[in-house]
C-alpha cells in the first residue's frame, strides 16, 4: 500500500506521543497472575528482563527518566518481589538488577496478556491494512529511531 501523504516532523512527533499516552498508563491491571500491575512497572521489568544486571544509571539512561523516579520503581519491584539486586563485583557503589522467578513469571503473562488483549488485536487489524512485511518494518524503523535517541541522550 502506498502512502498517500507525507507527515511533518511536528505530526509524527504528536502521534508518538500520543501512543505512548495509550500504552503507558498507570492503571492497575491483572496480566494473568492474579495481582495487578501498572504497564510502567511491567514495562520497566521487560527492560531489566531483557537486560540482566543492568545498574539503575543505566536503566534510567535507557528508559530516559531520573535515577530517583528510577530507584523508586526499582524499590517498588524489589519489594513485590520481582526484582533482586546484587552488588558489582567490580564497583562497590554499583548494583545490578536481575528478575526473580516471580518476575520471570509476570514478564511471560505480560507477553502473553499483549499479544492476546487489544494490542494483539489491533495489530493483527493492522496487518489487514498493511502487509507483514510492511508493518515489520514499521517496527524496525521505530526500534533504529529509540536506538538513535538513546545515543544522542534523548534531547
Known amino acids: 500500500m502506498a502512502i498517500k501523504r507525507k507527515y511533518s516532523i511536528y505530526e509524527a512527533s504528536d502521534i508518538l506521543y500520543q501512543v505512548s499516552e495509550l500504552t503507558l498508563t ?25 537486560n540482566p544486571g543492568i545498574s539503575v544509571t543505566q536503566l534510567a539512561h535507557d528508559l530516559r527518566k531520573t535515577k530517583g523516579a ?27 538488577l536481575f528478575p526473580t522467578e516471580a518476575g520471570l513469571e509476570l514478564h511471560n503473562a505480560h507477553k502473553q496478556f499483549d499479544t492476546a488483549a487489544a494490542f494483539g488485536r489491533s495489530y493483527k487489524a493492522l496487518c ?28
Do not use: C
Open 128 to 155: 489487514e491494512v498493511f502487509s507483514p512485511e510492511e508493518v515489520n518494518n514499521a517496527w524496525h524503523i521505530l526500534e533504529t529511531w529509540l536506538r538513535i535517541r538513546r545515543q544522542m541522550g534523548w534531547h
Open 70 to 96: 528510577v530507584s523508586q520503581m526499582v524499590k517498588k519491584l524489589v519489594e513485590k518481589g520481582l526484582l533482586r539486586r546484587l552488588d558489582s563485583s567490580s564497583n562497590d557503589r554499583t548494583t545490578l
Open 26 to 50: 498507570n492503571i492497575h491491571r491483572d496480566y494473568g497472575t492474579g495481582e495487578k500491575f501498572t504497564s510502567v512497572e511491567v514495562h520497566t521489568l521487560a527492560y531489566i528482563v531483557d
